[in-house]
């Protein structure tokens, strides 16, 4: 099997010929270094920095410049090998590529951070322990409602995302089914507190109509960019990434998800499985609570049951026992165990995923969440030393 048909039969809960690994991102420069590979985003603070000097503080000629460089052919080429090329070395099946905001599609830009097409603001910072360049979420530009809808409109049919897909099918293509890439999308939830910072949102969520008015929005964009996707050629799978927990529970009351947000995330997964998508949901934290909708609005897999919530019950081997038969798993060795423990733990760990989920198809190893800078470069390794070992089906681990 090439990795795109290993990724879709086991989102279908099938067995392939190997256990399938993703990320969602490697934001790790040791991991780089070893793969004698660049990192994607390195000299971006830089890059930012000089071009500000050079249009002598015009944020409207930096803004223009920067995105003009950035839809280049040879710039989007460049970007998606450095993205693509560490995974397809690494022996990673399946990639993203993030097609609405953040760093690929800013609205403005500025000397040291840059607003994206929702109005989220990110800092250009350099991570202290290793010089790393990394964009932070640090606040939305809305402060009322009113600011809200005054601000532009959001479309996902445009020549700079088209020109960014069409790059990434062929990225795809000419890697000879080494690499599966699918479009990554940001949800409903998200972006809806993140423009606004939490603070102004929960004021906002008070009242009913006001914040069904943000949601909508967003819901209806997501909704646009899957038909979107459909029709300019994607046949795999579309991944949404939409975090409505945290360490210790949901970042809103159950009731205000089921009545704002699952229903958009219903419609996406309507308008996918329409044109023949599968969809995974990326939402970190402890979601429990949401769990069976997320199943029953039509979610095929999710990522990453992040392992270290305070619920214990929120398991990945417990919610496997119960939901198996509804949706694939994806996940789910711990970043900060990727971080502070040793070779033999991960390995153990590793290996129990792969024992306890593989069997029948269904299940996709990945961190739980993303490989960040702290992750142990040896750690990193014998996560996926081990699922080499132990990931050919039939599955055979004592």
């Not at 499985?273 to 039509?298: A, N, P, R, T, Y």
Request: aromatic content about 12%; some cysteine.
């Amino acid at each position: 099997m090439n990795c795109r048909e290993r990724i879709l039969t086991a989102l279908n809960m099938e067995e392939p010929d190997k256990v399938p690994s993703f990320e969602l991102s490697i934001d790790n420069l040791k991991i780089c270094k070893h793969f004698n590979e660049d990192y994607v985003f390195q000299g971006m603070v830089k890059s930012f920095n000089d071009t500000y000097d050079l249009c002598q503080g015009d944020t409207n000629a930096l803004t223009k410049t920067i995105k003009m460089a950035t839809e280049t052919r040879t710039y989007i080429k460049n970007t998606l090998n450095r993205h693509i090329n560490i995974y397809k070395k690494i022996g990673i099946d399946l990639a993203i590529v993030p097609f609405t905001g953040y760093i690929l599609f800013p609205v403005k830009c500025e000397r040291t951070h840059f607003i994206d097409e929702y109005g989220r603001v990110f800092d250009l910072r350099k991570n202290p322990a290793d010089g790393m360049d990394i964009a932070y979420y640090r606040d939305g530009i809305f402060k009322n409602l009113e600011e809200f809808e005054s601000f532009q409109d959001l479309d996902v049919d445009t020549p700079r995302r088209e020109k960014y897909f069409k790059a990434m099918k062929k990225t795809e293509k000419d890697s000879q089914g080494r690499i599966s890439i699918i479009p990554a999308v940001w949800g409903v939830f998200e972006p809806s507190w993140q423009v606004f910072g939490f603070s102004t949102f929960s004021k906002i969520l008070r009242n009913s109509k006001k914040i069904k008015k943000v949601f909508d929005k967003f819901g209806k964009f997501l909704v646009n960019s899957v038909k979107t996707f459909i029709d300019w050629g994607e046949t795999g799978a579309i991944l949404i990434m939409d975090d409505y927990g945290y360490k210790t529970g949901l970042l809103m009351n159950p009731k205000n998800y089921k009545t704002y947000v699952l229903p958009w995330l219903e419609e996406a997964c309507r308008a996918a499985h329409k044109g023949g998508l599968k969809v995974i949901l990326h939402s970190c934290g402890d979601i429990l609570q949401l769990f069976e909708d997320i199943v029953k609005v039509g979610v095929d897999a999710i990522h990453p049951i992040e392992p270290t919530t305070a619920n214990s019950k929120y398991n990945i081997y417990e919610l496997y026992e119960k939901f198996s038969e509804g949706i694939s798993f994806i996940g789910n060795v711990s970043p900060q165990d990727l971080a502070d423990k040793d070779q033999n733990f991960i390995k153990s760990y590793t290996k129990n995923l792969v024992k306890k989920l593989a069997p029948g198809g269904g299940f996709i190893l990945s961190s739980g969440h993303s490989i960040n800078p702290s992750v142990k470069l040896e750690n990193f390794l014998a996560m996926h030393n081990t699922l080499k070992k132990y990931g050919t089906y039939p599955i055979s681990v004592s």
